[in-house]
């Protein structure tokens, strides 16, 4: 068991910690995308939602003419940006091609389209904690699942290996160098156990499907008991054709205001309006995740041309909102802001017990080096991998963010550029940690994580009329708080780099020739039970007659 979790989180280690640092900050997704369209103002107050969605439908009905379908992302108390996407009409789109997609951002107080810069925000490390990047969707999956897997495998192997598991909690020795590196992991690893355990099983259940279709192609045989079994899972409202004859949408926030009644004025996800300005226009109003954990479609669905409640959907059976709760559980997108901080804090103790445990598996073995100033090669890569994974992880994730400040407006695919810097960065530092001594490197990129993670509020300051001290005297605490927590980061990795910079291995004592060889641990055995045993042949001996 002991080999096993050793095995299973060396050889997944390096993705599982992009996996979990990319997943922790994803809690904080909004926040992060907020923050990278400083153009979008800061408003004290959301606006109705249902103001908000009739003037947004207004403003598609000049901006999208003739697609068959807007879906308008509306503010909540979380988020205070509005955005939709529509379909394009398919007479746009290529021969033998669906139309694409078009996108936009709106002013809450006017409706209007805001010309805010291209980025991907926050939602790039959500998706690449699951999927990746530079490959396919369903390759990327695949990998991430597998990855998951081995850190299922690694988190029992590890109970089993940790018989003194409660007792690790309460021990931390500190300064002792491989000691100290077990204790640390020890300690991460049960302060969150149950967590770690629930977000990499709910991780695997979330995508089961696409693992395990098997069960699913035998039970539903045709496609059109494949569809009922969907929309019966997931909720999704009947699709009606276009009847061709032109038709005047009903007012949308008298529909909102419906949905508002029964779910809470600001707990409403999307308005997706199909078929609009057509006699067989529909309006479907889905719920948000407040007060509830599950992420199963709840939705009311308007005749758009009257405004008549057609449908309301509220459950979808025990299979669907089994898989419903494992998701939001996943997802966190249920939890106050309490709840969301405490996800965060102990999603990054997960991090730092990957992390811990990279680390851990290079200290026990430099020690065990015939010279540790020339490692073996499979020891050599391990050790540089750690480095470019782990302080190199952070300085590509503030280069994105950096990317955001310095990356000219009106470059062509700024949002694909974004990333780029993400994956060159991260790559800089990978040639880095190859081409230096190995403390050297730890210690200089974590100092340069320091850099990159402290100067952001400041280049924000200087780029932006947001700077730190506004922010805070306005009350704007998406934007105050995502960078004092950029300071707290960097100090936690300043102290980091003290403690590398400080740490002096300990010499072993040269072993002269011809001197005993030290016991192993077979030898050391029966020495070590020796003396029970001759207590117990004693006791014999005295009952005897």
Sequence with gaps: ??????????????????????????????????????????????????????????????????????SIGLPDARSNIASAFWRQPQAQAQPGRRGGFGRATFDLATGQKVSARDTVGGEFFY???????????????????????????????????HKKIFIDFFTFRWGKGQRSWLDAHNALSVFGLPFHAMITYTGLVTLMLMYMPWGQDLAFKTAAERQEAQNTVFLRPPQVKPAGEPAALA???????????????????????????????????????????????????????????????GSAGGAGETRGVMVALHLGHFADPVLRWLYFLVSL???????????????????????????????????????????????????????????????????????????????????????????????????????????????????????????????????????????????????????????KPKARPARQAGAARPASRQDSAPKAIAPDVEAGELALQKAAP
Aim: glycine residues 8%.
């Design 127 to 161: 998706r690449f904690h699951f999927q990746f990047h530079y490959m396919p969707v369903f390759l990327g999956r695949w990998l991430a699942g597998l990855c998951a897997m081995f850190m299922l495998v690694a988190i029992v192997s590890g109970v089993i290996t």
């Design 1 to 70: 068991m002991s080999d096993l979790h050793i095995w299973a989180g060396l050889l997944a280690g390096w993705l599982l910690y992009a996996m979990f640092l990319t997943g922790t900050v994803s809690y904080f997704k909004e926040e992060i995308s907020q923050w990278m369209r400083p153009e979008l103002a800061h408003q004290a107050e959301v606006p109705d939602p249902a103001v908000v969605a009739a003037r947004i439908a207004k403003e598609l009905e000049t901006l999208a003419p003739g697609s068959p379908q807007w």
């Design 251 to 313: 007012p949308i926030d008298d529909m909102v205001r419906q949905a508002q009644a029964r779910w809470g004025r600001y707990n409403l996800g999307r308005v997706t309006v199909s078929n609009p300005s057509d006699a067989n226009a529909r309006v479907t109003i889905t719920r948000g995740s407040d007060e509830r954990v599950s992420t199963t479609s709840q939705f009311m669905h308007f005749d758009g041309t009257t405004g008549r409640l057609l449908e309301s959907a």
């Design 349 to 503: 103790a997960g991090t730092a017990m990957v992390g811990t445990g990279l680390v851990l598996w290079t200290v026990k073995r430099r020690a065990k080096l015939p010279d540790p100033e020339k490692p073996y090669f499979g020891f050599w890569l391990v050790e540089r991998l750690n480095i470019a994974a782990i302080a190199g992880l952070s300085i590509a994730m503030a280069g994105m963010l950096w990317a955001n400040r310095l990356l000219p407006g009106d470059i062509a695919k700024r949002a694909d550029w974004e990333i780029h810097m993400f994956f060159i960065v991260w790559g800089a530092t990978l040639v880095w940690a190859l081409v230096r001594p190995a403390k050297r490197a730890w210690v200089e990129l974590l100092w340069a994580g320091v850099a990159a993670l402290a100067l952001l509020p400041l280049l924000n300051a200087l780029t932006t009329d947001r700077p730190l001290w506004r922010s805070l005297a306005s009350g704007d605490w998406v934007f105050g708080g995502l960078e004092l927590t950029l300071w707290v980061l960097a100090l936690a990795h300043a102290a980091l780099a003290i403690c590398t910079g400080r740490h």
